[in-house]
């Protein structure tokens, strides 16, 4: 079993940063693509970026240029650093890891974007 633990979230103004952080821990074979997805309220939960076990990187349009995803193998551990950050960044941040057999999710990490 694969545990996801998020850390870093908080309320921060308008234009300021935040980085998340998700571990993994358990029995971890591999993990290949590794992500961040957030869920505003009211609303479906969106893929925000992912970042696959060689490094290839994809972007939601609405954070490319501002978010940066990072992973670091040897700790099973993935990184969203948050820059210029807007009030419709507010959501629950939530870890993805994809296992051998099956996809894992964190509990959720909560951003709030308020002046």
């Known amino acids: 079993q694969v545990r996801l633990v998020e850390s870093g979230g908080g309320l921060v103004q308008p234009g300021g940063s935040l980085r998340l952080s998700c571990a993994a821990s358990g029995i971890i074979f591999r993990l290949d693509t590794m992500g961040w997805y957030r869920q505003a309220p009211g609303k479906q939960r969106e893929r925000v970026a992912d970042?696959?076990?060689?490094?290839?990187?994809r972007y939601s349009d609405s954070v490319k240029g501002r978010f940066t995803i990072s992973r670091d193998n040897a700790q099973n551990t993935v990184y969203l650093q948050m820059n210029s950050l807007k009030l419709e960044d507010t959501a629950v941040y939530y870890c993805?890891?994809?296992?051998?057999?099956?996809?894992?999710w964190g509990q959720g990490t909560q951003v709030t974007v308020s002046s």
């Open positions: 993805n890891a994809v296992g051998t057999t099956r996809s894992y």
């Open positions: 970042i696959s076990r060689v490094g290839s990187i």
